[in-house]
């Protein structure tokens, strides 16, 4: 009995260490990772670093065009996927009765969202600017992107209405409530967090996208309104990283760029969140 | 299924069978006391009164808790119900039966050997039968037997008539024996009144069968 | 006796499975009928259909008539919103919406169009009272109601159900997920209500189905084996099947 009993806390002890250590380390990965980028990207970063464009004849480099393309292309794809994505979704769970069919598309999507970006923007540049004559900038990438991240903007809704109980449905349809009345009241505000949990994850994609946006938004560098943005060559953040390092070998600058592509991350993340918790209450 | 309930059930049947079979004990022992004019089976009968009262607190005890710890519903309602209702019936034929001994044992000490007519022993007979049988039909759930036992409930009746008859005879022709004759004919009053108990337990057990009150 | 609800031959298929068969049974008017039964006999399936549920179920088949008030409601022209707003339905768990206890009870209002703020404050507080829960509650109307007990959660959801008036109350084991106190408040309700509404309960709960009903039904691997007045069918049960039910000596 005492013998057991000792093996077993050791046993125990043992396992808490290791777990512990597990966490221990990802977070150190972490704090490194951030750590160094930050430490190495920070003193890059100056004013004119942010608020100027490349241009020999002036001599300066910076990289508010990257800035602003890359919220142009958010804005863009988000403003079509998210409608988009949780109107399929809300049909998929809701609404469809034809469940081999939607368990055929639940297959589709969650296959989507495992496809290397590359093969979108391949097939991106090959239909919007070969078949449909699009040129170079934001609507072509924004369009390339809303495809590729439409599937995980469906899959975590769906997720996110799956979990809300099936008793709130039933009381609300008892009630003699209509569907869409059911779905807007009842489920959609208790969805909410799985949504804006899936916004999250989307605009992190497309922050961190470049392979897909090469070959169809472009790398120009030039400071356009939006709608000229739309069908001009241009450059997000991500892929002006690519370009520092690729073409100018200029670590030190693609290392401020990532500080300020997770800035930028980090404030989407806190906005999106906000505006979650304010939908949920209302 | 309910296998501690069943088993409880059995056991009430158990209970009244034996309460069943010393009242029938008691009426054959004092008719026999009677007859014979002796003092110790009247004495003996009247001993058994307090057994008697024991079965039937154990009985009536029994039923409460099967009631509180079972919450019966149907014929599991009715068996119980009418388990409490038939040992009142028991005990009171335990009444009678003391008080037939205790004029028993009066006729004994004062040591006549009265002259007892066969209608009393039938009539003691006749309802010890009724007894036991409609305690059988009740465990038994055997309708027939208690409705037999209704109707033998006129042939005692009958029996008491033609008593009364030869013992107001009795009377007129002997009246210095009068005093006993009365005596006997409070006997079979008593006797009477067990027969009609017997019906009563009869009609439980045939309430347990169909549910109908008669 | 004045059947406000009552089905002819009802019968109801899960796809192969024929979960209800050839059902015909009457709810009187202002009584309580229980329907009692083992597990999967059928009883919570017919309860939905009262209320056209089951609709919700896509490989559901059902044929027969239920009629309310004399109209089959499975008519074309009826329309499920109408039913459900004369029929309503108090689920198994309490249910209540993740909102404020308020809204929650205006909830079914609301969704048939009544938006006047004093009209609303009015049915609230009514329904409220009439699920015994007003004075628990009148001071926190705006708190979320799943800040509530389960017991006053289930009133909650009763008095959604009254919100809306409806005729009919249907309660699928309303109790079953409750302590004794709040089952014997919402046995006392139930008692109350059927002074206004013909109410009908699923309960496996034998006891409470002798207390709260007036007729109960014994239903048994999708048949109605027998319905009959509550006493009756407790003291005196005309089939074997029920018999060995409701004694406990079933299987």
């Known amino acids: ?169 039933e009381g609300a349809l008892g009630l003699g409530a209509g569907k869409w009345r059911m779905v807007r009241t009842v489920v959609l505000p208790n969805a909410v967090d799985g949504i804006v949990t899936g916004c999250i994850l989307a605009v992190g994609r497309i922050v961190g996208e470049s392979a897909a946006l090469l070959f169809t938004a472009g790398m120009g560098s030039v400071v356009n309104n939006f709608f000229d943005a739309l069908t001009t060559s241009s450059g997000t953040l991500s892929v002006a990283l690519y370009v520092y390092v690729n073409e100018n070998g200029d670590v030190q600058s693609a290392l401020a760029v990532a500080a300020v592509l997770m800035v930028i991350t980090l404030v989407i993340n806190l906005l999106a969140a906000l505006a979650g918790s304010r939908l949920k209450n209302k | 299924m309910r296998k501690t309930f069943d088993a409880e059930l059995v056991e009430l049947s158990h209970e009244l069978t034996a309460m069943g079979t010393t009242t029938q004990d008691a009426i054959d022992l004092v008719t026999a006391s009677l007859t014979q004019g002796k003092a110790e089976g009247a004495k003996a009968t009247i001993a058994m009164r307090n057994t008697m009262d024991q079965m039937e607190r154990d009985i009536e005890n029994r039923c409460m808790s099967l009631l509180m710890r079972q919450q019966p519903v149907a014929r599991d309602l009715r068996t119980i119900s009418a388990a409490m209702k038939m040992v009142t019936d028991l005990q009171r034929i335990g009444d009678q039966a003391a008080n037939i001994a205790e004029i028993s044992l009066l006729i004994a000490e004062s040591g006549d050997k009265p002259d007892v007519p066969q209608e009393i022993v039938a009539m003691s007979r006749q309802a010890g039968l009724m007894v036991r049988q409609a305690i059988a039909a009740y465990v038994d759930r055997d309708e027939n037997t208690a409705r037999a036992v209704i109707n033998l409930d006129d042939v005692v009746d009958d029996l008491f008539v033609q008593l009364k008859k030869i013992l107001v005879e009795r009377i007129a022709s002997r009246a210095d024996h009068s005093d006993r004759s009365v005596d006997l004919i409070i006997i079979g009053k008593y006797l009477e009144r067990v027969a009609d108990h017997a019906v009563n337990i009869a009609n439980w057990a045939i309430f347990c069968v169909t549910g109908e009150i008669q | 006796m004045n059947a406000i609800l009552k089905t002819e031959n009802l019968n109801l298929w899960y796809g192969q499975n024929h979960a209800l068969k050839d059902i015909n049974l009457e709810m009187p008017q202002n009584q309580v009928t229980a329907l009692i039964g083992p597990s999967g006999c059928g009883k919570s399936t017919f309860l939905k259909t009262l209320d056209r549920m089951n609709d919700l179920v896509p490989t559901v088949k059902i044929e027969g008539k239920v009629l309310y008030r004399d109209q089959n409601i499975f008519d074309p022209q009826v329309d499920v919103t109408w039913l459900r707003r004369h029929v309503g339905m108090v689920f198994q768990k309490p249910n209540p919406f993740p909102m404020s206890i308020y809204d929650n009870i205006a ?145």
């Open chain 1, 1 to 169: 009995m005492e013998h057991l009993s000792l093996r077993r806390r050791v046993y125990d002890r043992g396992l808490r260490g290791l777990l512990y250590l597990c966490a221990a380390l990802t977070v150190a990965l972490l704090v490194f990772m951030i750590g160094y980028v930050f430490y190495r990207g920070l003193g890059g970063i100056t004013w004119e670093f942010l608020t100027t464009q490349r241009s020999l004849i002036r001599g300066t480099d910076g990289i508010l065009p990257n800035i602003l393309n890359t919220l142009y292309i958010i804005l863009l794809s988000m403003v079509i996927v998210l409608p988009l994505g949780v109107g399929a979704a809300i049909y998929l769970t809701e609404y469809a009765t034809n469940h081999k069919l939607v368990s055929l598309i639940e297959f589709a999507t969650e296959t989507l969202t495992g496809i290397p970006s590359i093969i979108f923007g391949l097939v991106g540049m090959l239909f919007f600017q070969q078949i449909l004559g699009f040129k170079y900038g934001i609507l072509g990438g924004g369009l390339t992107l809303v495809i590729m991240i439409l599937p995980t903007i469906v899959r975590t809704t769906q997720e996110s209405l799956k979990t809300v109980p099936q008793s709130y449905r």
């Open chain 3, 107 to 251: 909830y079914g209002p609301r969704t048939h169009g009544i938006r006047n703020k004093k009209q609303l404050d009015e049915i609230v507080e009514k329904s409220l009272r009439g699920a015994a829960i007003w004075d628990e509650v009148k001071d926190r109307l705006k708190k979320s109601a799943l800040s509530l007990s389960g017991g006053q959660q289930q009133r909650i959801c009763i008095a959604r159900a009254l919100a809306v008036e409806p005729d009919v109350l249907l309660m699928d084991e309303a109790t079953s997920a409750l302590d004794p106190i709040s089952t014997s408040k919402i046995e006392d309700l139930i008692a109350e209500l059927k002074k206004s509404y013909t109410i009908v309960i699923v309960t496996h709960n034998m006891q409470q189905a002798t207390r709260v009903s007036d007729r109960c039904a014994f239903f048994l691997h999708g048949e109605l084996v027998e319905a009959d007045d509550t006493e009756k069918l407790f003291s005196v049960p005309k089939d074997k099947r029920t018999e060995d039910y409701i004694t406990g000596r079933f299987g």
